[in-house]
């Protein structure tokens, strides 16, 4: 299965599914087998991502906030791709090759 099982991490953030993020974030063994995705364009739809409860479950600097609520306003695949940068569980995020997509889909192709 190690060659052919992963799983993206498009829709974490939408307030149905967070309850999953601490999980992936501790798991730092699952994170070679992650992908960053986008779920775009529901990024960009303000009640499926609400910031303020992943303040609340201590996965979102509080700080972050303002800045991706203004960011989303300007570039919904960006503001998505810096919210998911931004998780942190105990100071721990994601590792970089989660965002690192191109040599998977290289390797698919």
């Known amino acids: ?8 991490i498009s829709a974490i953030t939408q307030g ?10 501790e798991r730092r063994d699952w994170h070679e087998r992650l ?3 986008s779920d ?7 009640p499926l ?3 303020q409860a992943l303040v609340d479950w201590k ?5 972050a906030v303002d800045v991706l609520r203004r960011l989303r306003d300007i570039n919904v695949l960006l503001y998505d791709f810096v919210l998911k940068r931004g998780l942190q569980k105990d100071g ?3 590792a970089k090759p989660v965002f690192e997509t191109a040599p998977f889909f ?3 192709a």
């Open 92 to 94: 721990q995020g994601f």
């Open 35 to 37: 992908l960053n995705g």
């Open 40 to 46: 775009y364009p529901l990024p960009g739809v303000v």
């Open 59 to 63: 996965l979102l600097d509080a700080a």
């Open 16 to 25: 149905n599914r967070m309850s999953v993020v601490a999980t992936l974030l």
């Open 1 to 8: 299965y190690r060659a052919n099982l992963f799983g993206d």
């Open 106 to 108: 290289i390797r698919s």
């Open 49 to 51: 991502i609400p910031l």
